[in-house]
């Protein structure tokens, strides 16, 4: 097959959650691991950090992936989904997996696909772990893709667990109360194994308490030992944002930028931090110099994008992922700190989200351009348009994403801010994010 072939037989023949939703996502680790014993066990065969969350652990990834290379480690780093190509999910060193890579391997395993049926993020975690294992990885960083104790990548057995911040995103499948969410992110704490937790929210703290006295794993708050806050809004010149980090409430890593500007990146820090303590205290090598390069470069060393990207001047153009109410409020609150004359908003989403929660969040005197990502599980630009307008948001439907982000960039003067978001999928068809990379 030839590479577009290949994709299509992934997207075709195995459901893929991204883009149909429920239909993709299959409880239980039973498949994966058969897949694994048939390749060997690759995932025995290579350390790692295991990473879960609702929201910042894509961002966490990357950056303990950007410090950890800085370090000098050679370092997979496996996450999904992807924004334009399907091979910016498995990366050694930043270098995305070549395409002929992929040809090859889907080949070599047909056979083996068309008897176990395996979904399609189960066929990717095994390509995945196959992968760094064949490449020999000092060190990987996996993110979880849904959830957590059924995720396909819980396989493995990590040097530490890392959960981020839990709040409401895929209650159909992982529960409606914060508790039932936060037990299933818990559900990757290995015996053993310390586990760092970026916030200590109330509210889901003795979820992790619990599973981690239950596991014997050595359990940190990060938050209790990091703080970080931005002192500056980002560089017009370089998109660094300066950051003020403690450590136990002294100054730490003085003078520190991030290259992932945007507000939220202040509640994932203290957990990346605490995750490179306990990967120092099991004999790896990283200095300061080594994390302060590594948040500064994150974006070059690893490809990351879409997190408060900047895309455009005169006007101000940003992208960002966020995609459910907790992320989008977070979002929405640095866009009210900027200046501008007139807001515009690019917003499409998908149809299993709460949809008015995260329409309610929104500013109402700004002018909307609503879309759909060209994805089965995107709601209609029309009915988005209709249900904005119930809650009085001022816009209307285009046909595509490109269509409404031309006539957003049309409408804009120099002095007006150009905002595109509300799903990972609006965000992956902007042709600029790519070419400004």
């Known amino acids: 097959m030839t590479y577009s072939e290949t994709l299509a037989y992934l997207y075709d023949q195995l459901p893929m959650f991204q883009r149909v939703g429920t239909a993709g996502f299959r409880k239980g680790l039973g498949n994966t691991l058969v897949l694994a014993e048939a390749l060997g ?3 025995q065969r290579f350390r790692s950090v295991h990473v ?6 894509g961002s966490s990834s990357h950056l303990l992936a950007a410090v950890l290379q800085a370090a000098g480690y050679k370092v997979g780093l496996y996450t999904s989904p992807h924004l334009r190509e399907f091979t910016e999910r498995i990366r050694v060193n930043g270098q995305e997996l070549a395409p002929e890579y992929l040809v090859q391997w889907v080949e070599k395993w047909r056979p083996l696909f068309e008897q176990v049926q395996p979904s399609f993020f189960e066929m990717c975690v095994a390509l995945a772990f196959d992968y760094f294992a064949e490449q020999r990885v000092d060190i990987a960083v996996v993110e979880v893709g849904l959830g957590g104790r059924f995720d396909s990548t819980n396989i493995i057995t990590p040097l530490v667990s890392l959960i981020t911040n839990i709040s409401f995103d895929h209650q159909a499948l992982l529960g409606n109360t914060l508790v039932e969410i ?11 194994v310390p586990v760092v937790v970026s916030q200590t929210q109330p509210e889901v703290a003795e979820v992790f308490k619990r599973e981690a006295a239950a596991k014997l794993a050595h359990l940190v708050f990060a938050d209790q030992i990091y703080q970080a806050s931005f002192t500056a809004e980002p560089s017009a010149e370089t998109g660094l944002r300066p950051v003020a980090v403690t ?6 890593l003085p003078n520190t930028e991030l290259g992932l500007p945007g507000d939220y990146q202040q509640f994932n820090l203290p957990g990346v931090l605490a995750t490179l303590d306990e990967l120092r205290a099991q004999g790896f090598h990283i200095t300061e110099s080594a994390i302060r390069t590594g948040l500064r470069q994150v974006t070059r060393l690893t490809g990351m994008r879409g997190r408060w990207s900047i895309i455009g001047r005169q006007p101000l153009v940003v992208c960002d992922t966020g995609h459910n109410a907790a992320g989008l409020q977070l979002v929405v609150a640095q866009l009210r700190r900027l200046s501008y004359r007139q807001l515009h908003l690019v917003i499409g989403t998908v149809n299993d989200k709460d949809v008015a929660s995260m329409l309610a969040l929104l500013p109402a005197d700004g002018i909307y351009y609503f879309c759909a990502a060209k994805i089965p599980r995107a ?3 029309v009915e988005l348009a209709q249900q904005a307008q119930a809650l ?3 816009g209307r439907a285009y046909d595509s994403v490109t269509d409404a982000v031309a006539a957003a960039r049309a409408a804009a003067g120099p002095d007006d801010v150009v905002f595109i978001g509300g799903s990972t999928f609006v965000v992956a068809e902007v042709e600029e994010l790519f070419a400004v990379a």
């Open 247 to 252: 450590q136990h409430g002294r100054p730490y």
């Open 379 to 381: 709601m209609p630009a």
């Open 392 to 394: 009085g948001l001022v």
């Open 182 to 192: 936060a037990g299933e992110k818990a559900g990757i704490i290995k015996p053993g």
């Open 52 to 57: 879960a969350g609702t929201n910042g652990k």
């Open 41 to 43: 066990h690759p995932e």
